[in-house]
C-alpha cells in the first residue's frame, strides 16, 4: 500500500465528482432535497382534526360536551350540521374526518345520571388519522363524563369521589411532547446517508470497466487496496459534508433536540459511512456496470433502510421472519444510535453493541471488495 | 548465459468457450527490438497483448516479461512494462497534464523530476499547447498520443501498444514512429500490434497472426522471400473483370486485387505471364505486365490462400 497511489488516485476521483454534476447532483442535491421533503411532509403526528357536530339535544348538557371539543387543540370545528346527509357529505368529501352526533335524549339521560352515548362516525379510509381521532374523542368524552360524575355525587350529597378510582399518569420520557418529527428526523439522517453512499460509490469502479480506463490501469502497479482506498475517501468527504448539512438543518430548521454529544454522531456516522461506501463499491465491483450497479444500489440500500430499520415502521410490528431479517440491516442500528444519542443523550456505554456491528459490517464489506476485485480481465 | 529475452512465450493458449482466440503461441523478442504483430481484427493480437501484460489468464501456457511471469506479475515487473490499450484508456474529464500527472504518481515518479518529465512528454508529442485541454475534447490522433505519453511517463523497459495508430492522421502517425524510433535508441523493447502492413514494414521483426495462430516470424526482408515464385502486376484497364476471367484460370485464389492493380501470384512467372496475357486478349482487355518485388501483404494475402 502505497500513501502516494491513494493519493492520486483520491484527486483524480475527485476532480471526476467536481466536473460531473450528476455526482454533485446525487452528493449534495438529493440530501438537501429529502432532509426537507421527510422532515416536512413525513410527520405521524394527527393534529387539529376537522370535526363536524350535529347536536340533536341542544342544551346546556349538550353544548359544555361541544364546548370541550372545541377547547381540545386537537380538533378543529367546522360549522355545525341538522341531519344525516350533511354528515354524509362532510365525511365522504373528507371536510370532516369525525362526525359527533348527541342524541336528543342526551341531556335527559346525563341529569338523570343514567348512561347516555354520543355516536361518533369516523372515516376508516384513512385508519391512522380515524384511530387517532377516536382516541382524541374518547379523551374529551372521557373527561365530560368524569365532571359530570363528581358533579352528580356532590349533588346526591354522596362521599366525593375525585375522579375515576384507578388513572394512568404518564410521563413521556426522551421526547416530552411525542413530536413525530423528533423521532423521525435522526433516523432520516440514517437514511440519507445509507443512500447516498451507496449510490455514489456504486458508480465508481463499474464506470472505470465501462469506459475502458480500468484495462489501462491494471496494467500499472497499482492495487486492488489503494483502488478501493482511494476511491473511499473523496466520497467519505462527501457524505461527511452531507452529514454536517444534516445535523445544521435538524439544528437550525426542525429545532431537534440534540441531548447526547455531536462528536459522537460523527464517530458513529464516520463508521456506518465507510460500511455503506464499501457496500456500493462491491456491487460496482461485481456488477461492472454502472446502470445495474445504480439499480442495485438503491434497491438494497433505499428499500430495506427505508422499510426495514425502524425509522418510521416499528420493527416489533413486523412478521418475525422479516424481524429476523432487520438484524443484517444496518441502517436499522444507525437509526437507533442517531436515535439514542439525540433524543435520549446516550453515550457508548449504551451504543457500543451497535457500534460494534457497524464497525464489524465496514470491515466485513471492505475485505470482501478486496477479495472480489481483480485486477485482471476475465 | 545468453541474455534474457525481453518477451517470451511457450505455448500459449487461450480460449473463450468454444473459441480459441490464441493457440500455440511461441514468441521470444530480444531487448531492444521493435516487434510488430500483424493480423487483421479479430485475429487475436489484443488477446496476445492482455497476456503479455499480464491483465488477462492464458488458458495454458507461460508468459514471460524480463523474466517475469506474467501470470503473477509484481509491482517491480509492472513498474517496467508500458501498456496502451486499443480503446482510449484515459479520462476524457481530466486535462492532458492532470492525466499524465495522475499516471505519473501511480508509477511512483518522484515529485522531483515529474513536471520536467511531462513536459518533456507533451514537448515529443507535440501537445504542449494542449496540456489544459481535457482528454477527451482532444482529436483521435492527439488522443493516441496521449496514450502513448501516459504509458511512458514511468520510462518502462517493454512497451506494449495495441493499434496504437488506428484512426490517425498520417501526421500525428509520422509523429508516433518518430517517438517509437526514438524509444528504440534508448533500447526500448517495443511490441506494437496492428493491422497496417506497412506500420510493419517498419519494425525489425514481424509476426504475422491469423485466427489465433502465429502463421509467421520474421524481418520483413526475410518474410517477403517466403513468397514463392514471384509476384506480377497487372494493369488493366477493367480490373474488377480481369479478376473474375483470371480467376478461372488461375484457381486457387493467387489472383488477387490490389487497389486498381492484380496481383498474380505464380511458381513460374514467366510462364504465368503467357497464359495471363493470352486469357485477357481473349477478352479483349489490354494488359501491361510488370514483375515486383512481394510486399509484406502478399506475403499475407499467400499464407492465407494455404489455409485450410
Redesign the interface.
Known amino acids: 500500500m502505497?500513501l502516494?497511489?491513494v493519493?492520486?488516485?483520491a484527486?483524480?476521483e475527485f476532480?471526476?465528482v467536481l466536473?460531473?454534476w450528476r455526482s454533485l447532483g446525487i452528493g449534495i442535491a438529493i440530501p438537501v432535497l429529502m432532509l426537507f421533503l421527510f422532515g416536512y411532509a413525513l410527520t405521524l403526528d394527527v393534529d387539529r382534526v376537522p370535526l363536524v357536530v350535529w347536536d340533536q339535544s341542544a342544551t346546556p348538557q349538550s353544548r359544555t360536551l361541544v364546548d370541550a371539543f372545541n377547547a381540545s387543540r386537537y380538533f378543529t370545528m367546522l360549522p355545525a350540521v341538522a341531519d344525516y346527509r350533511e354528515v354524509e357529505r362532510a365525511i365522504a368529501s373528507r371536510r370532516a374526518e369525525i362526525a359527533l352526533v348527541i342524541p336528543v335524549d342526551f341531556a335527559g339521560k346525563v341529569a338523570a345520571g343514567r348512561g347516555a352515548a354520543v355516536q361518533a362516525i369516523l372515516d376508516g379510509s384513512d385508519s391512522n388519522v380515524a384511530s387517532f381521532a377516536l382516541g382524541y374523542a374518547e379523551e374529551v368524552v372521557g373527561g365530560y363524563s368524569q365532571k359530570v360524575t363528581v358533579e352528580l355525587t356532590r349533588r346526591l350529597g354522596l362521599p366525593a369521589v375525585s375522579g375515576a378510582l384507578l388513572k394512568v399518569e404518564p410521563r413521556v420520557w426522551f421526547n416530552t411532547d411525542m413530536e413525530s418529527r423528533n423521532y423521525i428526523f435522526p433516523g432520516l439522517i440514517a437514511i440519507v446517508m445509507m443512500v447516498i453512499a451507496a449510490l455514489l460509490t456504486s458508480l465508481t469502479f463499474a464506470r472505470e470497466w465501462e469506459?475502458?480506463?480500468m484495462?489501462?490501469?491494471?496494467?500499472?502497479?497499482?492495487?486492488g487496496g489503494e483502488l478501493i482506498l482511494g476511491k473511499l475517501i473523496p466520497y467519505f468527504a462527501i457524505g461527511m459534508f452531507d452529514l454536517v448539512l444534516s445535523v445544521l438543518v435538524a439544528e437550525f430548521v426542525f429545532r431537534i433536540p440534540m441531548r447526547g454529544e455531536l462528536w459522537l454522531v460523527f464517530a458513529s456516522s464516520s463508521i456506518f459511512m465507510v460500511g455503506a461506501l464499501s457496500l456500493g463499491m462491491l456491487i460496482s465491483i461485481v456488477t461492472k456496470s454502472q446502470f445495474l450497479a445504480s439499480q442495485i444500489a438503491l434497491v438494497a440500500t433505499m428499500l430495506p433502510a427505508f422499510l426495514l430499520s425502524g425509522f418510521v415502521f416499528p420493527i416489533a410490528n413486523m412478521p418475525y421472519p422479516i424481524q429476523v431479517f432487520t438484524h443484517i440491516i444496518t441502517a436499522r442500528y444507525f437509526v437507533v444510535l442517531l436515535r439514542g444519542i439525540y433524543l435520549k443523550g446516550l453515550g457508548l456505554g449504551h451504543l457500543y453493541g451497535e457500534t460494534l456491528f457497524l464497525a464489524a459490517f465496514a470491515v466485513l464489506i471492505l475485505a470482501l471488495s478486496h477479495v472480489k476485485f481483480k485486477?485482471?480481465?476475465? | 548465459m545468453p541474455e534474457t529475452p525481453a518477451i517470451r512465450t511457450e505455448k500459449l493458449h487461450k480460449r473463450f468457450g468454444e473459441l480459441s482466440a490464441v493457440e500455440e503461441l511461441n514468441l521470444e523478442i530480444p531487448a531492444g527490438e521493435l516487434f510488430g504483430l500483424v493480423g487483421s481484427d479479430g485475429a487475436g493480437k489484443s488477446t496476445t497483448l492482455r497476456m503479455l501484460t499480464g491483465i488477462m489468464d492464458p488458458t495454458a501456457g507461460e508468459v514471460r516479461v524480463l523474466g517475469g511471469d506474467m501470470r503473477r506479475a509484481d509491482e517491480a515487473l509492472r513498474s517496467k512494462i508500458g501498456y496502451m490499450s486499443q480503446r482510449f484508456g484515459l479520462y476524457p474529464d481530466l486535462t492532458v497534464q492532470e492525466n499524465l500527472r495522475f499516471y505519473a504518481d501511480i508509477q511512483m515518479i518522484p515529485r522531483r523530476g515529474r513536471d520536467a518529465r511531462i513536459d518533456e512528454l507533451l514537448e515529443f508529442g507535440k501537445l504542449t499547447p494542449f496540456r489544459d485541454r481535457p482528454a477527451g475534447k482532444l482529436s483521435g490522433g492527439m488522443k493516441q498520443k496521449l496514450g502513448l505519453a501516459c504509458a511512458l511517463v514511468h520510462r518502462p523497459r517493454v512497451l506494449f501498444l495495441d493499434e496504437p495508430t488506428n484512426g490517425v492522421d498520417p501526421v500525428s502517425r509520422r509523429d508516433f514512429w518518430r517517438i517509437l524510433y526514438g524509444l528504440l535508441a534508448e533500447g526500448v523493447t517495443v511490441f506494437v500490434a496492428t493491422a497496417y502492413l506497412d506500420e510493419a514494414e517498419r519494425c525489425g521483426r514481424v509476426g504475422l497472426m491469423h485466427r489465433g495462430r502465429l502463421l509467421a516470424c520474421d524481418t520483413p526482408r526475410n518474410l517477403k522471400r517466403m513468397v514463392k515464385g514471384g509476384v506480377l502486376e497487372l494493369a488493366t484497364p477493367d480490373p474488377r473483370h480481369a479478376v473474375r476471367v483470371l480467376s478461372g484460370a488461375f484457381p486457387g485464389g493467387s489472383v488477387v486485387l490490389f487497389g486498381e492493380k492484380l496481383h498474380l501470384f505464380a511458381a513460374d512467372p514467366g510462364a504465368a505471364e503467357s497464359k495471363a496475357r493470352s486469357v485477357l486478349e481473349a477478352e479483349g482487355l489490354e494488359v501491361a505486365v510488370r514483375p515486383v518485388p512481394p510486399t509484406l501483404e502478399d506475403l499475407l494475402v499467400s499464407l492465407l490462400r494455404e489455409q485450410p
Open positions: 502505497k502516494k497511489r493519493r492520486a488516485i484527486h483524480k476532480l471526476h466536473r460531473d469506459v475502458g480506463t484495462e489501462q490501469l491494471i496494467a500499472t502497479p497499482v492495487t485486477k485482471k480481465i476475465v
